[in-house]
């Protein structure tokens, strides 16, 4: 069944973190059609709101870092997580969920998840990797829903994660190297890959990511649902 091309309005509310690098306005277009209400966003209510919030990324991870330090947004980022809120990075939005890089001399990153990030060894490939790779599922994940154990998804990237926990790894693709190509744990998530480019399995893996926040959310909602009215004290009638 193809995704829906609206939100619906019980859909969840995920902000897409706008710290002025990543296809910003792709992943929020992409969002809407599997099912959420997205927003492009830096402020920081707007943010606290959200049932979940995206992370995108293009470029260098020192510059992303110095940038999110400034707008504050790395302290709010460590606070949702805390919180529950599902958190997704795509490309080197993933990266940054990670505690550091050693990309241009280094930098410290979110720390949402344990690991570093290191250059890819293409092993003699061109790089950076560009284009279309086979991401192999290795462990369940809500993330991963029903997609096939196999999937394409399209990747722009020099650089790869090195989760300290084997455990975070959802699924992988390979060049050069077999590298982390989707990751979680607990209410973090991220992917290597482009998912508002890569076609059919790139929506999918976007919509299973609204669904954890709608849970979330529904969760959340059900938790603080005041009493009905003459409910206290009632008196079952024999």
Known sequence: MPPPR????SAPAIAVVDYGMGNRRSVEKALVRVGAHASLTREAHA???????????????PAAMEVIERLGLDELLRERAAAGVPIFGSCMGMQLLFDSSEEHGGARGLGLLAGDVRRLRAEGRKLP?????EVVKVRDSPLWGDLPDRVFLYHVHSYVVHPVAEETVI???SYGESFPAVVGKGNVFGAQSHPEKSSMH???L????VKICGARAAAAAAAVEPEPAGARGAVRAS
């Open 6 to 9: 609206s939100a619906p309005v």
């Open 47 to 61: 943010l606290r709101r959200a049932d979940g919030l995206l992370l995108p990324g293009v470029g260098a991870f």
């Open 129 to 133: 990797h560009i284009g279309w790779s």
């Open 171 to 173: 699924a992988t693709a």
């Open 202 to 204: 790139g929506l999918r």
């Open 206 to 209: 976007l919509a299973s990511f």
